[in-house]
């Protein structure tokens, strides 16, 4: 039922949301030159796949977990998009092709050893990672793996489609503050 939820979603998001999406992809041009961001991350069974986002960092930014980025890497435009969190609105396009869920465990990079096996010990690659979930509304990172795998587990064990909408509703409300970065 989730899967049929997530698929229509994001097809009535993108289509709703083209213009923004037009409007963020021309200023990001302006901005960095290149407006969109693909890393390669963590998905379900631990299977790779290519997260789309808007650009926040310049460019030469070292491929590491927000929380070991440094703010100054962030641009001007790139923090008005993590406060508002329109950078994650590309990733509806992996919630179309099956990739994610809008609600789930945020996937991270294969460099977050620690966070990789505190997920694993607790079966967390079970399930499509997701745009947003408890975690984030609760503003808990991947600064601390072992809560992170904790709160992801809840998560997931008491998933329910009114929890989905309410994880959901509460993002597009302001909660969760999106991914700490270093204050350098």
């Not at 949301?17 to 693909?38: A, C, K, N, R, Y």
């Not at 796949?49 to 926040?56: E, G, P």
């Not at 909408?165 to 503050?177: D, H, P, Q, R």
Request: proline residues 4%.
């Amino acid at each position: 039922m989730i899967r049929i939820v997530d698929f229509f979603a994001a097809l009535i998001g993108l289509a709703l949301l083209w213009p923004v999406l037009l409007i963020v992809t021309l200023v990001g041009f302006f901005d960095t030159g290149s407006p969109i961001f693909i890393q390669k991350r963590v998905g379900r069974n631990k299977k790779s796949f290519s997260l789309v986002k808007f650009r926040t960092m310049a460019i030469e930014t070292e491929s590491v977990a927000s929380h070991l980025a440094s703010n100054r890497s962030i641009t001007k435009f790139g923090k008005f998009l993590r406060r508002t969190k329109i950078d994650e609105l590309p990733q509806l396009l992996n919630v179309l092709l099956g990739q994610m869920s809008l609600v789930g465990p945020r996937p991270n990079l294969y460099n977050q050893k620690e966070l990789i096996e505190e997920r694993s010990k607790l079966k967390v690659y079970e399930v499509l990672p997701g745009i947003t979930g408890l975690a984030q509304i609760n503003n808990i990172d991947m600064s601390t793996p072992e809560l992170l795998a904790k709160t992801d587990k809840e998560m997931i064990d008491s998933l329910s489609l009114k929890n989905y909408f309410t994880y959901v509703l509460k993002t597009i409300a302001g909660s969760g503050k999106g991914d700490a970065v270093l204050k350098k």
